[in-house]
């Protein structure tokens, strides 16, 4: 037994050494001599995947700027009834041009809610007045679990099962990161359908991966069988040549006849769409450090797509600030606190900011006294994005908690904790394998355990600082994952997120953005730019207008509040961005009645 223990160190250590003896750059993605990223692929064709097809509007435009419809005053005592009755009045109101029914305007005060709140229709803003403690305060007053605000749609999404919109996928292997799959023929799938490539293992996939072992581990955990493991990522179809079929977003998770077959399903979508919660404090009350009787979630969506949760700063609740739940994508959750947890330090608590859905971003947060702050729950599929957010008195690790999330960015993450993805074998009921395709990118932690899955998926530490990259976890040591330039930042590659983003965007032909219609188009020309723009529209710009540039991370980068220099006709006007630097921009142009995104390019 000892001498056993002594080869798997041994293996362990040289394991460690090869994967650390790549310093201070990657040999996976580089930046190219043109500025793009150039990607190295195995054998098979796997690659790093690009993560950023995440976000709301897939992070092709930024949050907007939704006109006020409704102003609500706190009152004395429960304000339930105030706050669900404006919610219901703007619900009834109808959609406008671009999907939206107006923001509520919550002024300044305090707002006692004594139950949950439930946002079900489309299009509907929650705005506060701030979130500094001398604006907008929520407080969930209900002495048990509960939800203190519940988007949650009707219904969700379902399969058009018919034979032709139902195709199996016949390529013999699917790599990582790949965009383009091969189906049956006699499909009728167009360009923009929404789809599900439906990932289907085998019984030889959970044997790979050792899961069919667990309960003989431990007799109370549950081995892994192949039908719970189904996993549908949602993608749009954006090219189609014969049966190759081109998708918006790569593959996260192989497909290889000897371990899953895979089909593309037409969805319909049902959800709700549009919604956001923005600039306010919320809080819970409670009645000592460890109460488990209170508000649990603070934001929680479900059956909902392309909405936000912006600039919150939540207090005391016992779960989360913000959860993204199963049937929820293209959420953007963004400058939001989760602060001082109440609740016992134990399982299935302080998920400070839990993803169970896709295509999902969380961006600029802040947590303190959490256990798992950014974290993924089971069977996720990817992308799902973390990026540039902190967490100080962790309790316990970042990453992927338990049964295969994939796809998954950590990128320029700072905990004071640990950072992991590794197999938890037992743990739970049986938790085994976090998950795959997780990567770590210049983040800073204190320790790390990267774990190599069986087979040929994969996860990575690239440019992290960390004391120890280890392959020993919790449960189990197994082979470290890809680990290169540890303790040394990627300094060509600040942000992988940020760097694969600009260089999506940058491809996409959508540089004339019309948000409502050919009657009301405007457009942007020179597009790219050096440093002089020029905004053109078929009809005459308004004196209110205004215009804020937006940098690719959704952050104000110019403003100005009453457009200047028009033409003679007022139907065009010049704006100065020689301060910009190289990238990808959006323009957010509004006046009293709607607004309009442009994205634009400067290169000089």
């Known amino acids: 037994m000892k001498n056993n223990y002594f080869l798997v160190s041994l293996l362990l250590l040289l394991f460690e050494v090869q994967a650390t003896s790549y310093a201070q750059t990657s040999t996976l993605v580089s930046?190219?001599?043109?500025?793009?990223?150039?990607?190295?692929?195995?054998?098979?064709?796997?690659?790093?995947?690009?993560?950023s097809a995440v976000g709301y509007k897939n992070s092709e435009a930024p949050i907007p700027t939704i006109g006020v419809a409704l102003t609500v005053n706190p009152v004395a005592g429960?304000?339930?009834?105030?706050?669900?009755?404006?919610?219901?009045?703007?619900?009834?109101?109808?959609?406008?041009?671009?999907?939206?029914?107006?923001?509520?305007?919550?002024?300044?005060?305090?707002?006692?809610?004594?139950?949950?709140?439930?946002?079900?229709?489309?299009?509907?803003?929650?705005?506060?007045?701030g979130f500094n403690g001398s604006g907008t305060n929520f407080i969930a007053t209900k002495p048990s679990q509960h939800i203190l605000f519940n988007f949650l749609g009707a219904s969700g999404t379902a399969y058009v099962s018919g034979s032709s919109t139902r195709k199996a996928i016949t390529d013999s292997y699917v790599p990582i990161g790949k965009k383009q799959i091969t189906v049956?023929?006699?499909?009728?799938?167009?360009?923009?359908?929404?789809?599900?490539?439906?990932?289907?293992?085998?019984?030889?996939?959970?044997?790979?991966?050792?899961?069919?072992?667990?309960?003989?581990?431990?007799?109370?955990?549950?081995?892994?069988?192949?039908?719970?493991?189904?996993?549908?990522?949602?993608?749009?179809?954006?090219?189609?040549?014969?049966?190759?079929?081109?998708?918006?977003?790569?593959?996260?998770?192989?497909?290889?006849?000897?371990?899953?077959?895979?089909?593309?399903?037409?969805?319909?979508?049902?959800?709700?769409?549009?919604?956001?919660?923005?600039?306010?404090?919320?809080?819970?009350?409670?009645?000592s450090s460890i109460d488990e009787n209170h508000g649990w979630e603070a934001v929680a969506f479900e059956n909902i797509y392309n909405s936000w949760a912006k600039n919150l700063e939540v207090y005391y609740f016992g779960y989360s600030a913000v959860h993204i739940n199963s049937h929820a994508s293209f959420i953007t959750v963004d400058s939001c606190k989760m602060l001082d947890a109440k609740s016992t330090i134990d399982g299935g608590r302080r998920y400070s900011f839990n993803v169970d859905g896709q295509r999902c971003l969380v961006?600029?947060?802040?947590?303190?006294?959490?256990?798992?702050?950014?974290?993924?729950?089971?069977?996720?599929?990817?992308?799902?994005?973390?990026?540039?957010?902190?967490?100080?008195?962790?309790?316990?690790?970042?990453?992927?908690?338990?049964?295969?999330?994939?796809?998954?960015?950590?990128d320029n993450l700072t905990g004071?904790?640990?950072?992991?993805?590794?197999?938890?074998?037992?743990?739970g009921s049986g938790h085994g394998w976090a998950g795959g395709q997780t990567m770590f990118w210049n983040c800073n932690a204190e320790r790390m355990v990267i774990q190599d899955p069986p087979g040929d998926e994969i996860n990575w530490s690239i440019?992290?600082?960390?004391?120890?990259?280890?392959?020993?976890?919790?449960?189990?040591?197994?082979?470290?994952?890809?680990?290169?330039?540890?303790?040394?930042?990627?300094?060509?590659?600040?942000?992988?997120?940020?760097?694969?983003?600009?260089?999506?965007?940058?491809?996409?032909?959508?540089?004339?953005?019309?948000?409502?219609?050919s009657e009301n188009s405007i457009f942007i020309v020179p597009n790219p730019a050096k440093s002089q723009i020029t905004f053109h529209s078929n009809q005459i710009f308004k004196s209110k207008s205004k215009i804020s540039i937006f940098n690719v991370n959704g952050q104000f980068v110019k403003k100005q509040f009453e457009i200047v220099d028009y033409s003679d006709d007022k139907s065009s006007f010049n704006f100065d961005v020689s301060d910009l630097n190289d990238g990808v921009y959006f323009a957010e142009i509004i006046n009293d009645t709607n607004s309009k995104t442009i994205k634009f390019i400067v290169k000089k």
């Open 363 to 410: 961006q600029n947060c802040v947590t303190k006294d959490g256990r798992h702050d950014y974290v993924n729950g089971s069977r996720t599929c990817g992308p799902n994005v973390f990026y540039n957010s902190t967490s100080t008195l962790q309790n316990s690790d970042i990453g992927p908690h338990h049964r295969w999330s994939t796809g998954i960015l950590f």
């Open 416 to 427: 004071d904790g640990r950072m992991d993805v590794q197999n938890r074998l037992d743990m």
């Open 184 to 287: 049956a023929s006699g499909h009728t799938f167009a360009v923009g359908d929404k789809v599900f490539v439906h990932r289907i293992p085998n019984a030889s996939w959970i044997s790979l991966l050792g899961m069919d072992l667990l309960s003989a581990i431990d007799p109370a955990a549950i081995d892994w069988i192949p039908s719970s493991y189904d996993m549908n990522s949602e993608r749009k179809i954006m090219a189609i040549s014969g049966n190759v079929i081109t998708l918006d977003a790569p593959i996260m998770d192989i497909i290889d006849p000897v371990y899953s077959t895979g089909e593309l399903v037409k969805f319909t979508d049902n959800r709700i769409q549009n919604c956001g919660i923005e600039n306010m404090r919320i809080s819970s009350t409670y009645t």
């Open 31 to 51: 930046v190219g001599t043109n500025g793009h990223l150039v990607y190295t692929a195995d054998i098979k064709g796997n690659i790093v995947p690009d993560f």
């Open 463 to 517: 440019g992290c600082i960390s004391p120890l990259i280890t392959g020993i976890g919790d449960a189990t040591t197994e082979p470290i994952g890809v680990v290169q330039s540890q303790g040394t930042h990627i300094a060509a590659i600040p942000s992988l997120f940020i760097a694969q983003l600009n260089d999506r965007l940058g491809a996409l032909a959508n540089n004339q953005y019309d948000y409502i219609s």
């Open 78 to 129: 429960d304000n339930l009834a105030n706050v669900q009755n404006a919610i219901n009045q703007v619900a009834a109101m109808p959609l406008d041009a671009n999907g939206f029914r107006g923001t509520i305007l919550f002024t300044a005060g305090t707002y006692n809610i004594s139950d949950t709140v439930i946002i079900s229709a489309s299009g509907i803003i929650l705005r506060g007045a």
